[in-house]
């Protein structure tokens, strides 16, 4: 009889999140997650536009780790900031939504 293993992990193969802080022209990383893009529900986008008054650019899933609230992202060359972050039950991911910087 074949065992069947149940895997609780997801790959997040989209590419590379740092998160740090801009100082003129240089980004100082504190932390780098591999993540996935998420699609943004209605739900998302009206809360970022009511609650927090901003526009969600881009919404992505990592791996959960701690980090302080006031550090930014980048993906690729673009800075984004950190507007809000979910994190799922079980602490193993989190959602971090994210508005380019200078828009």
Known sequence: MKKII???HVALIDGEIFLGRKF???????KKLFYNLMSAREQDFTLITNVFDRKLD?????????????????????????IKVDRDKKKQYMYLYLQKVGW
């Open 6 to 8: 149940k895997v609780d």
């Open 24 to 30: 003129e022209d240089a980004f100082e990383i504190e």
């Open 58 to 82: 881009l919404k992505v899933k990592t791996y959960f780790v701690r980090f302080d609230a006031d550090l930014q992202a980048q993906i690729d060359s673009e800075i984004y900031d950190v």
